[in-house]
């Protein structure tokens, strides 16, 4: 055995919309994983505001040899200020990354920080464990590492894991659990995605084969739950109803179970090209209310060259039928696309405005490395900011453009982040007034106040009002 017990860590990313709300899956996954090879495993969470020095403490009673770090490349530099004062505190600890970062950077994430050993590329759950039990490196698929000379060696690819069924899912038994914001859980239910969206990064952290776990397994994870008290849960596939039929067979299972009083999201997204209107019925019958679509823009030409494998058709439909299925339902665009203008903004405005929605994000691109939206733009010399300035300084949220295009200079993008921000407010307004609408007048009232800067920038940073938040809307 090389490693006999890992401490895993979830990093800060401060005043961000990535804290503390709910368990992170995947290291949810790896924990679970290393504790069924019997090995010693624990935890901490930087979202509940742990600073270094409350990690350093538990590492120090931990006592680990092996320091596992999950990544993201938004604000990756901070993270690394973390491995590094963990290394000058504990320099026999060997630190293992995974997450989005490892696999989008590769040998690049070990030259970039000398405190990390390995880098581990896509699925770490048997990876991960490999490492620990000592095999050769080199024989380690998934594995980037130093040799003892200092250079520095990727084995390759490993071969994705087919049988989801196998793995088991995660009971969270280190994880602080009562501390995070909202109590539900998170459930991937597959892995991968067939599609080849250019802003999209997903083909180097989950691969383009999507693999599905089975009806019972899934079920058997919200019975895990279900019999703990919980009722809420959200499914964070990147593509949960690729499959109608066992989408179907999960809403079976789960009513054939009796679990009659669930209350289920898709906040991370379905395709609006796989949720037709008995789909989207039957999913509703059995506690699904809250669906998000990526719709991304507001006409076939932006649709295209994005590459999205959808007409503006399906999407406009599938918003409909959940809309008068009485779903809450948010849209997410993009702005700044190449070929987008002016006018396919306004088209995507009024898209936003045409359906009675929830919610409506317009989000600035922010393209991670080997994406093709990021090769095209590197190609074309339309960066304005550098990756290493815009990952650890821009947000999706924020006005500050990272490039521009032929058809949209800087300045016009920021117009138009601040413009469809505009948008948004009035779309969560009419939101709000629906929602309240027993209320009256005095929800007309409130509903200016309650889409204002100063209260969302307070709810997102205040756990008491966004649970406030989620109650209105029912979740």
């Known amino acids: ?52 020095k409350n990690v350093l403490q538990k590492i120090a009673a931990f006592g680990p040899d092996l320091l596992g770090v999950t990544m993201m490349s938004f604000m990756y530099l901070k993270t690394h200020q973390l491995i590094g004062e963990i290394k000058r505190n504990f320099p026999h600890i060997h630190v293992v990354i995974g997450g ?16 990390i050993d390995y880098v581990i590329t896509f699925e770490g759950d048997e990876a991960i464990v490999d490492l620990c039990k000592g095999l050769p490196l080199n024989e380690i698929k998934g594995l980037i590492f130093r040799n003892t000379d200092g250079q520095i060696t990727y084995t390759g690819d490993r071969k994705f894991i087919q049988d989801l069924d196998k793995i088991p899912f995660p009971r969270y038994d280190k994880f602080e659990l009562s501390k995070y914001i909202f109590n539900d859980i ?128 399906q999407i406009r439909e599938a918003i409909e039928t959940a809309c008068d299925l009485g779903y809450d339902v948010v849209l997410n665009f993009l702005i700044g696309s190449p070929g987008e203008a002016w006018e396919d903004i306004e088209d995507s405005v009024a898209l936003a405005l045409e359906y009675p ?8 691109i922010t393209p991670t490395p080997r994406s093709e939206l990021f090769d095209w733009l590197e190609e074309k010399s339309y960066f304005v900011q550098t990756p290493e300035h815009y990952l650890n300084n821009v947000t999706s949220w924020s006005f500050e453009p990272v490039y521009f295009t032929p058809e949209l200079s800087v300045e016009e993008k920021r117009r138009a982040l601040r413009y469809t921000r505009k948008i948004r407010k009035q779309v969560l307004k009419k939101a709000f007034i629906r929602k309240m609408k027993r209320f009256g007048l005095l929800a007309k009232l409130a509903a200016p106040v309650v889409v204002s800067d100063q209260f969302m920038n307070a709810m997102m940073y205040s756990p008491a009002l966004l649970r406030i938040a989620e109650r209105i809307r029912g979740k």
Request: charged share 30%.
């Open 186 to 313: 998170d459930i991937a239910s597959s892995r991968g995605c067939p599609h080849r969206c250019t802003f999209c990064s997903v083909k180097m952290v989950a691969g383009r084969q999507l693999r599905f776990r089975s009806a019972g397994n899934v079920v058997d994870e919200i019975a895990h739950w279900y019999e703990r008290g919980y009722r809420k849960f959200n499914f964070v596939d990147d593509n949960f109803t690729f499959k109608y039929d066992r989408v179907y067979a999960i809403c079976d299972e789960i009513e054939k179970r009796g679990f009659n009083d669930l209350k289920i999201t898709n906040a991370n997204g379905i395709r609006a090209d796989r949720a037709d209107r008995d789909l989207l019925i039957r999913m509703r019958e059995i506690g699904f209310y809250y669906i998000g679509f990526g719709v991304e823009c507001g006409n076939d030409k932006i649709l295209k060259n994005i590459k999205k494998g959808e007409k503006m058709s």
């Open 357 to 364: 929605v929830m919610d409506v994000r317009f989000n600035n």
């Open 1 to 52: 055995m090389r490693y006999k017990r890992v401490f895993l860590i979830k990093p800060s990313y401060g005043r961000s919309f990535y804290g503390a709300f709910h368990p992170p899956v995947g290291l949810g996954y790896i924990a679970e994983n290393l504790a069924h090879n019997d090995i010693e495993c624990d935890m901490v969470d930087m979202g509940f505001n742990y600073s270094t």
């Open 100 to 115: 989005a970062h490892g696999s989008c950077y590769r040998e690049k994430a070990l030259e970039l920080c000398p405190d």
